[in-house]
């Protein structure tokens, strides 16, 4: 009897592959891992790899992506505050959960295929997150209206990886720091602006 041959485009086989593009970046780095180092690692072909994702940036991202999670809409809470608490305590955990996070940063500067991988599956995504929490702050009354719908996000996540990069603990009392002392004073003025 012939062996079994795997579905060329399982999601098992597309999460073993991600698999091991995570454990080459984490052990190489960024810069270090090509296409054919992953397909041989995986046991696959280019050809598969390419069907998948169009680059290296976007197959990495994805991997990282798929690790440390998205960020997600929470549950409301009654307050922006408490909302803007939650989705920034998602980020945080992501960002400090290892160091994957990081060894994207620096390379993405000089790699435009990652600087728009990230663009289109990390930061608009958790932008989108954002704006709808303030939605939800202006049906609640909180706000009176959405005049900057991505200054939470472009505001706190610099403030997130500075510390981040600089070694400070990313933690409870950071995100409510960055709420208490930063978002909410802003989102205040800029809704009485607006």
């Known amino acids: 009897m012939p062996p079994v041959k795997r579905p060329r485009s399982s999601p098992a086989r597309e999460v073993e592959i991600l698999e091991t593009v ?40 994805d991997a990282v992506r798929r690790h440390i999670g998205t960020v997600a809409v929470p549950v409301p809470t009654g307050t922006l505050r408490g909302d803007l608490i939650q989705v ?30 990230l663009e289109i599956k990390v930061r608009e995504p958790a932008r989108i997150v954002m704006r709808i929490l303030l939605e939800r702050a202006v049906a609640q009354g909180e706000l009176t209206s ?22 400070r603990p990313v933690d409870a009392d950071l995100v ?3 709420v208490d002392r930063v978002l909410l004073p802003l989102l205040e003025a800029w809704s009485t602006v607006g």
């Open 88 to 117: 920034l305590s998602q980020v945080a955990e992501q960002l400090t959960s290892d160091d994957l996070a990081l060894q994207l940063i620096a390379p993405a500067h000089h790699d435009p295929e990652l600087m728009k991988a």
């Open 176 to 178: 409510a720091h960055i």
């Open 146 to 167: 959405l005049s900057e719908p991505d200054l939470p996000h472009d505001v706190a996540m610099p403030m997130l990886l500075d510390a981040l990069l600089w070694g």
């Open 22 to 61: 995570l454990r080459l970046v984490a052990h190489d780095g960024y810069d270090a891992v090509t296409m054919d180092a992953v397909a041989a690692a995986a046991h696959a072909s280019k050809a598969t790899l390419y069907r998948r994702w169009p680059s290296k940036a976007d197959m990495i991202v």
